[in-house]
Structures are given as C-alpha cells and as structure tokens.
C-alpha cells in the first residue's frame, strides 16, 4: 500500500504540476486530492485520448512534463494520439502515466477486465512505454528513476497500480445516501415500456442495478444488454439495433459516458431512427468510479440534441412524474432524448452481470 500523499510528493519532487486524466475506482484517492487543485493544474477529460493530447499540448507550451492518469480499459482511447503522436518516433513527448490496473493477474475482477488486465503490461511494451509497477512506498524511489529516464529521453513513461494499493481516502461513498432516484427510474421504466422493448445501458451502476431490479422484480418486458466495457458506446449498440429491429430501442446512458464520445449524437441526430429512445441519468459524476465531477450540470441539452438532429427533449426532476415522462417518451418518434436529473447514490451490495453470453443470446432472441 502507498499513501497517496507520498506518491503525490514524488510527483512534485520531479517537478510534475499538471495532471489531466478520466476517472477510475483503483485512483479514487488519487482523485480526490487532485480535485482540490485549481482548474488549470488538473483538468477531468471525457475521454483518454483527449487527456493524453491534452498533455501534449500542455508539454509544448511548457517543455514540462504532464502527468495523465486512466483506468488500463482506456488504454484504447488513448493509443492513437500516444502512437501516432507522443511516440518516440513521431514528435516524443514525455509524460507520466498513472494507470488503475483492473484485473491484474491473480486478482479476483470481472472478465472484461480480467482480459485488460491480462494484456496491460505486453500492450505497454508493444508501444514501447517502459513502466514500473507501484506496490508500496519503496516503490516511490523507483517511480522516480522513472520520470527522470522519461524527461531525458522525452518519452511517455507509465506507471501500474493495482486495486487497493492507495490509501488515505477521505472519500465520502455515495452509498451513504438513502434515495437513489436511479432505481426509483430503472423500476418505473421496466414497468413502463412495451414487452418487445430492447435495452442498451451504460458502463458502471446503470447496468449493475438495471440487472439487478430486473432479476429481484422478475420484470419480463424488454431484453437488456449491458455495456459492462465500452464505456461511451451504448448509444451506437443502441443506433445499430435501431436500424434493424422494429420495436423501440432504449439507451440508458450516464453523463460521463454521454460525454467520453458525444459525436455520436451527430451520427443519431443524421440517422432518424424514429424508434431511438436515449435516456440520460445525470447525476454530472462519475458516480460508479468515486464521483467525480463531469460538469455535464449546466449543459443545455435540449438545444444540443435539437441542433444535432434529435427530434424530441424531455426532461425530469421529479421522481413522481417518471411514469408521465417515460410514457412521453415511448408515444414521441425518435430519435428523443429524456434527461433525468438523479441523485448520487446506489443499491447495497449491487450484484453484477455474469454469463456475458447467455444474455447476449437472451437478447437476440
Ligand atoms: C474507457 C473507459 N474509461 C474509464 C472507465 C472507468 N469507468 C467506469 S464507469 C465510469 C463512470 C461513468 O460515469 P457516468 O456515465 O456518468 O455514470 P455513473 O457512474 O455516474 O452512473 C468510469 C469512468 C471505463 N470503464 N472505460
């Protein structure tokens, strides 16, 4: 375990002062400290490859080094610009990766990110990105050597971490929380829509609890598909269904992730699948990673999705109207978007999709 102070006091030894990344559980703590750093020292990115290019840019204006940090399951957002750009041989740019290694061998994850986590390392060397992995505060002097072989050889350098090896969290879980508006909504919405509905939902709690107020309720309408990875994509799975199936298509999406890939509203809005339903669940965090803030808050989304091509917006706040909302929303020809604004906070002991392809066969039946 490494305190999460002594790691950020490395960083600051070898003169690392700008930090940019998208959120992960394992860097919650990380996270947390770096959420008190003013706007221009550390900058929440929507998606991996812009907080990697974010960093190149911050090196060109300030010969220092950036510091990026990513869950490895991003690694795919940021290959491009970090091959095609920051490689050694293309313009060599130095930078610190801190990278939330889920999966890593021998630990006990989910399978998506038992894949990732098995490739991590053999990806970082393919691109030629030495690294070291951090267990403990020894570690430290190591991480270190490290930044200095990035900066002399203005290279990007990374660094692993594992799951629990940060402490000293002061983070306030939003478990703690008793309303959680995002099961009152998943509850009303099951009851809700026709039986030959199919459903899309989004990485983290949306389809943890979807799967799970399914299965405790026995709720038969509609089949879900869970985006357990790819987070940022349930709406193109969701646009592609559309395109082919005759029934409505429901996209339960999260701000953060509506944000990691928001061209795809473009690709929607030119599509006019008349049966593309996109719901919104905007609570402006990343709640299932430590609530980190997205600033999805005072987006006008109505006047985005219009301008984009969407037919219908809708909007709700109050739990007592979802059923109103839903139902407006089933009736409107697409593609329509209703955003709820929803509270932090989840179900107790969240159960977990498993058996990734019998729900996959489920949902093509
Ligand atoms: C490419 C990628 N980057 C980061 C993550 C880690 N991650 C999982 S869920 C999540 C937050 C999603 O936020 P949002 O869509 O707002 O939903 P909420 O967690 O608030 O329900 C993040 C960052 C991931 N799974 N994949």
Redesign the pocket.
């Known amino acids: 375990m490494t305190n999460v102070d002594d790691f950020i006091n490395s960083l600051k030894k070898k003169n690392i002062r700008f930090f940019t990344g ?4 394992v860097l919650k703590q990380l996270s947390f400290i770096l959420d008190k750093k003013k706007s221009n020292e550390h900058v929440v990115a929507t ?2 490859g812009s907080a990697i290019s974010l960093g190149i840019g911050y090196y060109l204006a300030t010969k220092k080094m950036p510091c990026v940090y ?2 490895n ?2 690694l ?2 940021a290959i491009n610009p970090l091959i095609s750009i920051a490689h050694k041989k293309v313009y060599s740019i130095p930078m610190l990766l801190i990278i939330g290694w889920r999966g890593a061998p021998k630990s006990n994850d989910e399978p998506q990110h038992m894949i990732k986590g098995k490739i991590t390392r053999s990806l970082l060397k393919l691109l030629n990105i030495k690294f070291i992995i951090l267990s403990n505060k020894k570690d430290l002097k190591k991480l270190e050597k490290l930044i200095t072989f990035g900066l002399q050889n203005k290279a990007p350098v990374a660094c692993l971490i594992r799951k629990n090896t940060f402490i000293n969290s002061k983070i306030e879980t939003s478990e703690k929380i008793k309303k959680n508006t ?1 099961e009152i909504f998943i509850e009303d919405f099951l009851k809700t829509i026709p039986k030959n509905s199919k459903i899309v939902s ?5 389809s943890r609890e979807l799967f799970q107020i399914r299965k405790q309720n026995k709720i038969k309408n509609g089949k879900d598909f869970y985006m357990v ?1 790819g ?2 994509h349930a709406s193109m799975v969701s646009l592609g269904i559309s395109s082919k199936f005759k029934g409505q298509v429901f996209c339960l ?6 944000l ?1 890939h928001m061209g795809s509203l473009r690709t929607i809005g030119n599509f006019k699948s008349k049966n593309f339903k996109h719901i919104l ?1 905007n ?1 402006n ?5 430590g609530g980190q803030v ?1 600033h999805a808050k005072n987006i006008n989304f109505n006047k985005l999705v219009k301008s984009l091509g969407y037919k219908n917006y809708f909007k709700v706040n109050d739990e007592f109207n979802y059923v109103k909302a839903i139902n407006k929303l089933i009736k409107s020809s697409g593609p329509s978007l209703l955003e709820i604004k929803i509270n932090p906070g989840t179900i107790k002991n969240l159960i977990r999709p498993k058996n990734f392809l019998k729900i996959k066969e489920e949902f093509i039946k």
Do not use: A, C
């Not at 989004?202 to 949306?206: C, H, L, S």
């Open positions: 998208v959120p992960d559980s998606n991996e990513l869950q399951s991003g795919g957002n995002r989004t990485t983290g709690y949306t990875g987070m940022g999406d999260g701000d953060g992730s509506l990691m669940l609570n965090m990343h709640e299932s990673v997205t």
